[in-house]
Nanobody
Framework: EAQLVESGGALVQAGESLRLSCVAS????????LGWFRQAPGKEREGVSC????????YYVDSVKGRFTISRDNAKSTVYLEMNNLKPEDTGVYYC????????????????????WGQGTRVTVSS
């Protein structure tokens, strides 16, 4: 059974940093594009970043460019999201998701299209 387990969420002050991790099991991790989504209270889930199966390609939404870095370790079946200079608007539940889709299409398709999802980890940024 495929599983994604996120961790690393916390309550932090604006300007601080966090590193989220997502550990996968039950599927061929190195064959999948991985990415991160977030959902703020009262808002729809939005894509944040994604990374191709071999790390050759990454994508970030404009609001996090220059502050967030996505990476993966296929040997550990883990994807990371390094978040620096956090802002209150980064607050939300962060989810990782996996699919075989090409990374340059990953954030263009409806989120429900993506195959596997984690349960989320909460990030709260106070001002």
């Amino acid at each position: 059974e495929a599983q994604l387990v996120e961790s690393g969420g916390a309550l932090v002050q604006a300007g601080e940093s966090l590193r989220l991790s997502c550990v996968a099991s039950g599927f061929s991790f190195s064959e999948y594009t991985l990415g991160w989504f977030r959902q703020a209270p009262g808002k729809e889930r939005e894509g944040v970043s994604c990374i191709s199966n071999n790390s050759s390609g990454t994508y970030y939404v404009d609001s996090v460019k220059g502050r967030f870095t996505i990476s993966r370790d296929n040997a550990k079946s883990t994807v990371y999201l390094e978040m620096n200079n956090l802002k209150p608007e980064d607050t939300g539940v962060y989810y990782c998701a996996a699919d075989r889709i090409r990374y340059d299409y990953y954030l263009r398709v409806p989120a429900t299209y993506l195959n596997y999802w984690g349960q989320g980890t909460r990030v709260t940024v106070s001002s």
